[in-house]
């Protein structure tokens, strides 16, 4: 672990939570966290702890755990373990079936509660203080804040190598498919935005299914096009990734890279003018990333 980065850590959080003491909300926001599961026994009570720990009041706060066929008891555990939590208001649900994550995860946020903010928080992974929900409750006082990204960093402290604001050139023309993938951990956004993501911009053109690989892109692409100037890099750490020999990234590296490319050549959108405005139209993409 980097000490300099840990130093600066510290410090972005309690400035940014002085901020929040010295100028409470006025809104209590309601929040979605969207957890897709999968094998996910040996984190599921670490990822829990993390929620309930949090500085926010958890009746404003709905969880769901969407286990994905696990080989494993991860539904179990987190069943057991909520037991011990009984200020969560967390639901688990388990497919018969493994669908994949971007199945899973679009069926979640589409259910998400009407103006609410949801967190896409995979259950193998955690918030990285109890701090985060009510800085971003601080942060969604904006009503021209629509989506955030970033920051986050591994288990052991060290930093994310790909966490970093987008250049202003790239969000002015609309080029997040042709840029190189910094937009990762934490997101969260207006569930409004995501209502404007079509279905068929969420299929691989390859299969006729939802992409299995590369979903982080599959959905914030079209959330980025969509948001343009509304989206914002949070660059005080609010996830810890958990990245281990089970995930995705990690042991499917070939195909997640294949359905990127699939992705980034889809045709993008038009940024809205507003979230009840009309559903923005496609644009060819001049991707040649």
């Not at 094998?39 to 990822?47: K, M, T």
């Not at 639901?91 to 949801?118: K, Y």
């Not at 969604?140 to 402290?157: C, H, K, R």
């Not at 006729?208 to 100037?229: C, I, K, N, Q, T």
Request: hydrophobic content about 40%; some cysteine; overall charge positive.
């Amino acid at each position: 672990m980097s000490f300099a980065h840990a130093l600066k850590n510290r410090w972005l959080r309690a400035v940014t939570d002085l901020q929040v003491s010295l100028r409470p909300p006025k809104r209590q926001h309601t929040f979605f966290i969207a957890s897709a599961a999968h094998d996910a026994s040996g984190w599921i009570e670490r990822h829990l702890a993390s929620i309930a720990g949090q500085r926010y009041p958890l009746e404003r706060v709905e969880h769901v755990i969407l286990d994905d066929a696990s080989g494993d008891d991860t539904a179990e555990v987190a069943r057991r373990a909520l037991r011990k939590l009984p200020s969560l208001r967390t639901r688990v649900e388990r497919n018969e079936s493994q669908l994949g994550g971007c199945a899973n995860l679009t069926r979640l946020f589409r259910s998400a509660p009407a103006e609410s903010i949801v967190l896409q928080v995979d259950a193998d992974d955690w918030l990285a203080d109890p701090g985060v929900l009510a800085y971003l409750n601080y942060l969604y006082q904006d009503p021209e804040l629509w989506m955030t990204y970033n920051s986050w960093q591994f288990p052991d402290g060290s930093p994310s190598t790909n966490s970093r604001p987008l250049p202003r050139s790239v969000i002015r023309r609309g080029a997040f498919r042709e840029h190189i993938w910094v937009t990762s951990h934490l997101h969260s956004f207006r569930k409004e935005l995501f209502d404007h993501v079509r279905e068929d911009s969420l299929i691989d053109p390859e299969t006729g299914e939802y992409f299995r690989s590369a979903v982080d892109m599959s959905h914030y692409f079209p959330m980025l096009e969509l948001a343009g100037r509304r989206a914002r890099h949070v660059p005080r750490i609010l996830y810890v990734y958990n990245l281990h020999a089970g995930s995705l990234i990690a042991s499917k590296r070939d195909k997640q890279l294949a359905c990127e490319r699939r992705i980034r050549a889809l045709r993008r959108y038009a940024p809205l003018p507003s979230l009840h405005g009309r559903e923005a139209p496609a644009q060819d993409s001049d991707c040649e990333f």
